[in-house]
DNA sequence: GTCGCTGCAAAGTATTTGCATAGCC
DNA sequence: GGCTATGCAAATACTTTGCAGCGAC
């Protein structure tokens, strides 16, 4: 299941001259089975269970590696950690003020037309989200502020 | 000129019971004459500059306070520190990846189609910006990767 | 055997907290 | 005069860097 990510990045390490190694493959199993949104923190945490000694800059390296490749991305929430996503397509977000929860949304939007505005500006864009900010279900219930 | 945002600042702060302190009008001010992006750290130099003796604390803690009025927003950058745009209105950005150059952008979207598909969701959407990723002419031209 | 990757430690950057004092209302 | 905001200092959180040794190719 997860095994044709390993391949995928196996395949794309070789192809730039880079290696194979357990840590970076340890990294891209746990991305592959998660399906939200993970901190730095969350995968030494998850990846020092099952491969433990990997240390905190191996995972920066690997989560930025990974990312270069196209395998995850940055989600741009504003303020505090850095959260990636493991889901690389193109989609947005909604992020809730009140818990911090970070949700996927597909977005109804023209991206053709959101490229060529920033084109016209002579920026090369090469990926468009939205952030939506607000409430979460839970917490506008819960009558945050 | 900039008057108008402080008298506004004073008017708010005291109808919910704040105070009017030097620190906050200095910083106001100086949010009110720039139209970029600002960093924590340079709002501290610039009120410095004016008004010696302002602490790092008391610029977050106004900036904060700022935010919660709706005089500036965050820009959501994805990493590095926690930018402010001093434009409040509802407007987009594009995000250069070779110099980090924030841009403002209006990109042509449909925000209420945008507040709908989040409420379809049990999402409260109180505001939603598109974030473009790219290079900028400057490091387009400079060949940048 | 070579060269890139890793682990360790440490530093660097960004932001928040606690508490006594000052000053706005 | 009461109560909030400030300043200082320190702590915390997050991320990056330098370097020696290991291991993938």
Redesign the interface.
Known sequence: MSGIVETALADALRSRGGRVTPQRLAIARIIGERDAHVTAEEIFGAVTERLPGVSMPTVYATLELLEELGHIA??????GP?LFDTRADQHDH????GCGDV?D??????RR???A??SS?????????????????TC?ATNQR
């Open positions: 940055r989600v741009p929430t504003g303020s850095v909604m992020i809730c003020r949700i949304l597909d977005a109804p939007i023209n037309r959101l490229f505005a920033a500006h002579g920026f090369s864009a090469e990926c468009a989200q939205v952030v939506v900010q607000g409430l979460c279900a506008a």
